[in-house]
Protein backbone atom coordinates (compact mmCIF):
# COMPACT_ATOMS: atom_id res chain seq x y z
CA UNK A 1 0.00 0.00 0.00
CA UNK A 2 1.92 2.92 -1.03
CA UNK A 3 1.85 5.78 2.30
CA UNK A 4 0.66 9.31 1.16
CA UNK A 5 3.00 11.97 0.30
CA UNK A 6 3.98 14.35 3.58
CA UNK A 7 3.19 11.72 6.31
CA UNK A 8 -0.56 10.03 7.37
CA UNK A 9 -2.91 12.56 8.14
CA UNK A 10 -5.46 11.00 10.75
CA UNK A 11 -8.80 13.05 11.58
CA UNK A 12 -10.78 12.47 14.53
CA UNK A 13 -13.77 11.39 12.33
CA UNK A 14 -11.44 8.32 11.19
CA UNK A 15 -10.84 7.52 14.97
CA UNK A 16 -14.25 7.03 15.45
CA UNK A 17 -14.99 4.82 12.68
CA UNK A 18 -12.19 2.43 13.19
CA UNK A 19 -13.35 2.33 16.25
CA UNK A 20 -17.48 1.61 15.22
CA UNK A 21 -15.80 -1.31 12.70
CA UNK A 22 -13.41 -2.92 15.33
CA UNK A 23 -16.63 -3.02 18.01
CA UNK A 24 -19.68 -3.92 15.53
CA UNK A 25 -17.31 -6.31 13.29
CA UNK A 26 -19.17 -5.74 9.85
CA UNK A 27 -18.89 -2.56 7.89
CA UNK A 28 -22.65 -2.66 7.54
CA UNK A 29 -23.11 -2.52 11.41
CA UNK A 30 -20.77 -0.33 11.87
CA UNK A 31 -22.65 2.03 9.19
CA UNK A 32 -25.56 1.80 10.76
CA UNK A 33 -24.31 2.70 14.37
CA UNK A 34 -22.85 6.11 12.79
CA UNK A 35 -25.67 7.20 10.71
CA UNK A 36 -23.45 6.16 7.30
CA UNK A 37 -23.83 4.57 4.16
CA UNK A 38 -21.96 1.45 3.98
CA UNK A 39 -20.36 2.76 0.80
CA UNK A 40 -19.14 6.04 2.42
CA UNK A 41 -18.00 3.95 5.58
CA UNK A 42 -15.67 1.97 3.29
CA UNK A 43 -14.22 4.27 1.28
CA UNK A 44 -13.35 6.74 4.80
CA UNK A 45 -11.65 3.02 6.11
CA UNK A 46 -9.90 3.11 2.11
CA UNK A 47 -8.95 6.53 2.82
CA UNK A 48 -7.46 6.20 6.26
CA UNK A 49 -5.43 3.03 4.94
CA UNK A 50 -3.70 5.11 1.99
CA UNK A 51 -3.07 8.12 4.38
CA UNK A 52 -1.20 5.92 6.99
CA UNK A 53 0.51 3.27 4.28
CA UNK A 54 -0.97 -0.01 6.46
CA UNK A 55 -3.66 -1.71 6.10
CA UNK A 56 -6.03 -1.09 9.24
CA UNK A 57 -8.38 -4.02 8.86
CA UNK A 58 -8.60 -7.55 6.97
CA UNK A 59 -11.55 -8.70 5.44
CA UNK A 60 -12.70 -12.31 6.60
CA UNK A 61 -15.31 -13.26 4.91
CA UNK A 62 -17.85 -11.27 6.38
CA UNK A 63 -16.17 -9.85 9.39
CA UNK A 64 -13.88 -7.33 10.01
CA UNK A 65 -10.75 -7.79 12.04
CA UNK A 66 -7.93 -5.67 13.17
CA UNK A 67 -4.40 -6.15 11.38
CA UNK A 68 -1.13 -5.44 14.36
CA UNK A 69 -1.36 -2.05 12.67
CA UNK A 70 -5.15 -1.28 13.73
CA UNK A 71 -4.66 -2.65 17.04
CA UNK A 72 -1.94 -0.37 17.64
CA UNK A 73 -4.33 2.51 16.36
CA UNK A 74 -6.85 1.30 18.28
CA UNK A 75 -4.77 0.89 21.49
CA UNK A 76 -3.90 5.19 21.18
CA UNK A 77 -7.04 6.30 20.13
CA UNK A 78 -8.87 5.28 23.15
CA UNK A 79 -7.33 8.18 25.57
CA UNK A 80 -7.56 10.61 22.30
CA UNK A 81 -11.26 10.13 21.90
CA UNK A 82 -11.96 10.46 26.14
CA UNK A 83 -10.07 13.69 26.16
CA UNK A 84 -11.69 15.00 23.21
CA UNK A 85 -15.02 13.73 24.87
CA UNK A 86 -14.37 15.37 28.12
CA UNK A 87 -13.44 18.87 26.46
CA UNK A 88 -17.04 18.27 24.74
CA UNK A 89 -18.76 17.57 27.65
CA UNK A 90 -16.95 20.65 30.12
CA UNK A 91 -18.22 23.11 26.76
CA UNK A 92 -21.43 21.74 26.60
CA UNK A 93 -21.76 23.34 30.73
CA UNK A 94 -21.03 26.29 29.36
CA UNK A 95 -23.61 26.35 26.01
CA UNK A 96 -26.65 27.01 27.83
CA UNK A 97 -29.84 25.43 27.13
CA UNK A 98 -31.13 21.56 27.78
CA UNK A 99 -27.93 18.99 27.58
CA UNK A 100 -29.04 15.42 26.63
CA UNK A 101 -27.45 11.92 27.53
CA UNK A 102 -27.42 9.60 25.75
CA UNK A 103 -28.69 6.18 27.73
CA UNK A 104 -28.80 2.66 25.12
CA UNK A 105 -29.62 -0.85 27.40
CA UNK A 106 -30.99 -4.11 26.97
CA UNK A 107 -34.82 -3.92 27.20
CA UNK A 108 -36.18 -5.92 31.24
CA UNK A 109 -34.00 -2.91 33.25
CA UNK A 110 -34.57 0.17 30.30
CA UNK A 111 -38.52 -1.26 31.07
CA UNK A 112 -38.23 -1.54 35.00
CA UNK A 113 -35.37 0.40 36.25
CA UNK A 114 -35.06 2.99 34.15
CA UNK A 115 -38.47 5.28 34.64
CA UNK A 116 -37.55 5.49 38.47
CA UNK A 117 -34.55 6.29 37.87
CA UNK A 118 -34.78 9.19 35.94
CA UNK A 119 -37.67 10.54 37.59
CA UNK A 120 -35.57 10.63 40.52
CA UNK A 121 -32.61 12.19 38.71
CA UNK A 122 -35.05 14.87 36.98
CA UNK A 123 -35.57 16.48 40.38
CA UNK A 124 -31.89 16.76 40.66
CA UNK A 125 -31.23 17.92 37.18
CA UNK A 126 -34.26 19.01 35.48
CA UNK A 127 -32.63 20.88 32.87
CA UNK A 128 -31.17 17.60 31.26
CA UNK A 129 -33.24 15.70 28.45
CA UNK A 130 -32.71 11.89 27.85
CA UNK A 131 -32.16 10.16 24.29
CA UNK A 132 -33.05 6.75 25.15
CA UNK A 133 -32.22 3.41 23.37
CA UNK A 134 -33.34 -0.48 23.77
CA UNK A 135 -30.85 -2.60 21.96
CA UNK A 136 -29.01 -5.45 22.05
CA UNK A 137 -26.22 -5.81 24.18
CA UNK A 138 -24.01 -5.58 21.15
CA UNK A 139 -25.85 -2.70 19.58
CA UNK A 140 -25.43 -0.81 23.52
CA UNK A 141 -21.47 -1.17 23.10
CA UNK A 142 -21.54 -0.32 19.41
CA UNK A 143 -23.48 2.95 20.32
CA UNK A 144 -21.45 3.49 23.20
CA UNK A 145 -17.94 2.84 21.32
CA UNK A 146 -19.86 5.18 18.33
CA UNK A 147 -20.52 7.76 21.12
CA UNK A 148 -24.20 7.54 20.41
CA UNK A 149 -25.15 6.72 24.29
CA UNK A 150 -23.11 7.92 27.23
CA UNK A 151 -23.93 5.08 29.34
CA UNK A 152 -24.88 1.14 28.56
CA UNK A 153 -26.96 -1.28 30.76
CA UNK A 154 -26.49 -4.72 29.86
CA UNK A 155 -25.79 -7.95 31.70
CA UNK A 156 -21.90 -8.37 32.60
CA UNK A 157 -22.44 -12.65 31.33
CA UNK A 158 -23.00 -10.86 27.50
CA UNK A 159 -20.40 -8.94 26.80
CA UNK A 160 -16.35 -9.28 27.02
CA UNK A 161 -15.03 -9.03 30.39
CA UNK A 162 -12.52 -6.34 28.92
CA UNK A 163 -14.87 -3.64 27.67
CA UNK A 164 -12.43 -1.17 26.65
CA UNK A 165 -12.30 2.16 28.24
CA UNK A 166 -15.41 1.49 30.47
CA UNK A 167 -16.27 1.04 34.51
CA UNK A 168 -18.75 -1.35 35.03
CA UNK A 169 -21.05 -0.36 37.90
CA UNK A 170 -23.05 -3.11 39.55
CA UNK A 171 -26.71 -2.84 39.61
CA UNK A 172 -28.17 -6.09 40.76
CA UNK A 173 -28.41 -10.06 40.69
CA UNK A 174 -31.74 -10.83 38.13
CA UNK A 175 -32.02 -14.41 39.14
CA UNK A 176 -34.02 -16.85 36.56
CA UNK A 177 -37.34 -17.98 37.01
CA UNK A 178 -39.84 -20.20 35.60
CA UNK A 179 -42.34 -18.68 33.44
CA UNK A 180 -45.63 -20.79 33.23
CA UNK A 181 -49.11 -19.41 31.73
CA UNK A 182 -51.06 -18.30 34.58
CA UNK A 183 -53.44 -21.18 34.31
CA UNK A 184 -50.67 -23.68 35.20
CA UNK A 185 -50.58 -23.67 38.91
CA UNK A 186 -47.68 -25.69 40.11
CA UNK A 187 -47.85 -25.02 43.97
CA UNK A 188 -47.32 -27.71 45.85
CA UNK A 189 -47.31 -30.24 42.98
CA UNK A 190 -45.20 -33.34 44.01
CA UNK A 191 -45.42 -35.25 41.00
CA UNK A 192 -45.82 -34.23 37.04
CA UNK A 193 -48.65 -36.88 37.38
CA UNK A 194 -50.55 -35.27 39.62
CA UNK A 195 -51.51 -32.93 36.08
CA UNK A 196 -53.79 -33.36 33.83
CA UNK A 197 -52.73 -34.73 30.22
CA UNK A 198 -53.10 -30.40 29.23
CA UNK A 199 -51.21 -29.19 31.33
CA UNK A 200 -48.52 -31.87 30.99
CA UNK A 201 -48.10 -30.38 27.64
CA UNK A 202 -47.95 -26.91 27.91
CA UNK A 203 -45.53 -28.00 30.85
CA UNK A 204 -43.07 -29.53 28.79
CA UNK A 205 -43.27 -27.10 25.70
CA UNK A 206 -40.26 -25.53 26.16
CA UNK A 207 -39.42 -21.57 24.99
CA UNK A 208 -35.77 -21.26 24.59
CA UNK A 209 -34.03 -18.26 24.33
CA UNK A 210 -30.71 -18.53 22.03
CA UNK A 211 -28.04 -16.47 22.63
CA UNK A 212 -24.88 -19.30 23.49
CA UNK A 213 -23.15 -18.33 26.62
CA UNK A 214 -22.52 -20.20 29.89
CA UNK A 215 -26.15 -19.24 31.09
CA UNK A 216 -27.38 -20.81 28.13
CA UNK A 217 -25.64 -24.01 28.59
CA UNK A 218 -27.20 -23.92 32.27
CA UNK A 219 -30.56 -23.38 31.49
CA UNK A 220 -30.40 -26.04 28.44
CA UNK A 221 -29.22 -28.47 31.39
CA UNK A 222 -31.38 -27.56 33.46
CA UNK A 223 -34.59 -28.11 31.21
CA UNK A 224 -32.37 -31.82 30.69
CA UNK A 225 -32.12 -32.99 33.99
CA UNK A 226 -35.56 -31.05 35.23
CA UNK A 227 -37.97 -31.68 32.50
CA UNK A 228 -36.80 -34.51 31.20
CA UNK A 229 -39.77 -34.75 28.28
CA UNK A 230 -39.69 -31.00 27.37
CA UNK A 231 -39.57 -30.22 23.25
CA UNK A 232 -38.01 -27.00 22.23
CA UNK A 233 -41.56 -25.32 20.56
CA UNK A 234 -40.09 -22.52 19.56
CA UNK A 235 -36.53 -20.42 19.85
CA UNK A 236 -36.45 -16.55 20.52
CA UNK A 237 -33.84 -13.85 20.33
CA UNK A 238 -35.68 -11.97 23.14
CA UNK A 239 -36.52 -12.87 26.89
CA UNK A 240 -39.47 -10.25 26.43
CA UNK A 241 -40.37 -12.51 23.14
CA UNK A 242 -40.49 -15.79 24.78
CA UNK A 243 -42.88 -14.53 27.71
CA UNK A 244 -44.75 -13.25 25.32
CA UNK A 245 -45.12 -16.99 23.96
CA UNK A 246 -45.92 -17.82 27.56
CA UNK A 247 -48.65 -15.90 28.31
CA UNK A 248 -49.94 -16.71 25.13
CA UNK A 249 -50.38 -20.06 26.75
CA UNK A 250 -47.79 -21.60 24.03
CA UNK A 251 -45.37 -23.18 26.67
CA UNK A 252 -42.89 -21.96 29.71
CA UNK A 253 -39.96 -21.22 29.55
CA UNK A 254 -36.70 -19.40 31.86
CA UNK A 255 -36.54 -15.94 31.92
CA UNK A 256 -34.69 -13.62 34.27
CA UNK A 257 -37.19 -12.13 36.69
CA UNK A 258 -36.85 -8.49 35.34
CA UNK A 259 -38.27 -9.71 32.13
CA UNK A 260 -41.61 -10.70 33.84
CA UNK A 261 -42.06 -7.51 35.65
CA UNK A 262 -44.10 -4.16 34.87
CA UNK A 263 -42.96 -1.99 37.40
CA UNK A 264 -43.85 -3.84 40.87
CA UNK A 265 -45.85 -6.42 39.48
CA UNK A 266 -45.72 -9.41 37.45
CA UNK A 267 -47.06 -9.06 34.06
CA UNK A 268 -50.68 -10.27 33.67
CA UNK A 269 -51.08 -13.28 32.16
CA UNK A 270 -47.97 -15.74 33.94
CA UNK A 271 -47.06 -17.77 37.21
CA UNK A 272 -43.14 -16.90 38.30
CA UNK A 273 -41.17 -20.09 40.18
CA UNK A 274 -37.81 -20.29 41.84
CA UNK A 275 -35.40 -22.59 39.88
CA UNK A 276 -32.23 -24.06 40.65
CA UNK A 277 -30.44 -23.17 37.74
CA UNK A 278 -28.51 -21.02 40.29
CA UNK A 279 -26.73 -18.35 38.67
CA UNK A 280 -28.56 -15.01 38.53
CA UNK A 281 -27.82 -12.42 35.71
CA UNK A 282 -25.66 -9.53 36.51
CA UNK A 283 -26.81 -6.21 35.24
CA UNK A 284 -24.34 -3.69 35.61
CA UNK A 285 -24.10 0.06 33.95
CA UNK A 286 -21.32 0.59 31.56
CA UNK A 287 -19.97 3.81 31.79
CA UNK A 288 -16.85 5.52 29.91
CA UNK A 289 -13.99 5.12 32.56
CA UNK A 290 -13.80 9.29 33.03
CA UNK A 291 -17.29 10.11 33.67
CA UNK A 292 -17.68 7.64 36.69
CA UNK A 293 -16.85 10.36 38.37
CA UNK A 294 -18.05 13.10 36.54
CA UNK A 295 -20.90 15.30 37.12
CA UNK A 296 -23.99 14.57 36.17
CA UNK A 297 -23.27 11.28 34.40
CA UNK A 298 -22.11 9.83 38.17
CA UNK A 299 -25.40 11.28 39.38
CA UNK A 300 -27.24 9.36 37.12
CA UNK A 301 -25.20 6.20 37.39
CA UNK A 302 -25.73 6.32 41.36
CA UNK A 303 -29.58 7.22 40.99
CA UNK A 304 -29.76 4.27 38.78
CA UNK A 305 -27.67 2.26 41.23
CA UNK A 306 -29.91 3.22 44.22
CA UNK A 307 -33.26 2.39 42.01
CA UNK A 308 -31.87 -1.23 41.40
CA UNK A 309 -31.07 -2.20 45.00
CA UNK A 310 -34.30 -0.84 45.96
CA UNK A 311 -35.93 -2.71 43.62
CA UNK A 312 -39.33 -4.78 44.96
CA UNK A 313 -39.25 -7.99 43.98
CA UNK A 314 -42.99 -9.20 43.19
CA UNK A 315 -44.47 -12.73 44.74
CA UNK A 316 -42.21 -15.51 43.11
CA UNK A 317 -43.55 -18.70 44.09
CA UNK A 318 -41.00 -21.48 45.63
CA UNK A 319 -39.71 -24.36 43.69
CA UNK A 320 -42.45 -26.75 42.60
CA UNK A 321 -42.17 -29.87 44.90
CA UNK A 322 -41.34 -32.30 41.80
CA UNK A 323 -38.91 -29.73 40.11
CA UNK A 324 -36.47 -30.02 42.72
CA UNK A 325 -33.19 -31.93 42.25
CA UNK A 326 -32.30 -34.66 44.65
CA UNK A 327 -30.97 -33.47 47.95
CA UNK A 328 -32.48 -29.42 47.57
CA UNK A 329 -32.81 -27.79 50.57
CA UNK A 330 -31.00 -30.07 52.74
Same mark, same amino acid.
Given at each position: ??????????????? @??? *????? $????? @??????????????????????????????????????? !????????? $? !????? !???????????????????? %????????????????? @???????????????????????????????????????????????????????????????????????????????????????????????????? !?? *????????????????????????????????????????????????????????????????????????????? $????????????????? %???????????????
Amino acid at each position: MTKTIGGPHLTLHQL @RVV *WAVAH $AGTVS @RAAKKLGLSQPSLSQQIAKLEASIGHQVFERRAARMTLT !EIGTFLLDR $A !EPVMR !EMQQLEDGLSGFAGGTRTIG %IAGISSPVRVLLPQALR @RFHDQYPDIGFDLHESSPSDVLAMLYARRANVGIVAASSIAQASMGFVQVPLLDDPYVLVVPEALKLDGVTSEDRLDAAQRAILNNGIHFIYGTQHQKRI !EA *WYETTLTNHRVVAQCRSFEVAVAMVRAGLGVCLAPALSCFAGASVLGGIRLYEVTVGIPRPLVALVPSQYRHLAPYS $ALIDTLREVAQDQVRPK %IGPVPPFLKPSGYGR
